[in-house]
């Protein structure tokens, strides 16, 4: 996988053992989503039988942009739908709207918005997670990013992981603003957060970084 400066600092601090929160913010075409998608899809398949969740305002946009994405880092790593993982659809029984690996990794795909009917997300009900992956994450509310990573327990000593939930968002005044841009420029952002700054000039580097899945 060939990876700019930015998200190579950006999956450095995905594989410390200090961040929990990191937020790849910044303008569109930075390059945000194929990070996201690519550490989901290493962490799914470097941890067997782990549970990770892809998640987006809307379960119809996530489907339409983000999971595309994943679609393609996955080919573009040589893992095949179909052979390596299967996706399932609204009406599985068992497990509706996931990734599934072979090894028994699963990735949830989740609807965040905040409704009126669930402002508490219970719908996410008793879900343990190893990692998540919010795309977008300004179009979400602080609660539903909040009950998300409460989620982030499963497997994680039997892996000697931590709770590590990533984030991107395009530029909003709003808790991503609050919580990881201004304390970011001002030096007094917490240790357990990060802010990387994603632009889409960051493409235009020279891409001398290799890394593999």
């Known amino acids: 996988m060939r990876l700019t400066e930015k998200q190579s600092r950006a999956l450095d601090i995905l594989e410390d053992k200090e961040t929990t929160e990191l937020l790849f913010g910044g303008g569109a075409g930075g390059g945000k989503s194929a990070l996201g998608c690519y550490w989901g899809l290493k962490m799914s398949l470097k941890y067997p039988g782990t549970r990770g969740l892809l998640g987006r305002a809307k379960l119809k946009t996530l489907k339409d942009t983000t999971l595309k994405t994943f679609m393609d880092i996955a080919k573009m790593q040589g893992i095949e739908r179909g052979t390596h ?24 795909l989740r609807d965040l918005f905040t409704y009126p009917s669930d402002p508490e997300h219970d719908d996410l009900g008793s879900l343990e997670l190893t990692w998540a992956f919010l795309d977008e994450a300004n179009q979400m509310t602080e609660k539903a990013k909040g009950v998300v990573k409460s989620r982030i327990r499963y497997k994680l000593d039997e892996h000697d992981l931590i709770p590590k939930i990533l984030m991107t968002c395009n530029p909003a005044k709003n808790w991503t603003y609050r919580q990881f841009y201004i304390p970011s420029r001002d030096g007094t952002i917490p240790k357990f957060r990060k802010f990387v700054q994603s632009l889409l000039s960051d493409k235009r580097l020279c891409l001398s970084i290799m890394r593999k899945t």
């Open 85 to 108: 993982f299967r996706l399932t659809g609204p009406n599985d029984s068992e497990n509706p709207n996931c990734i599934i690996f072979e090894n028994d990794s699963i990735i949830y």
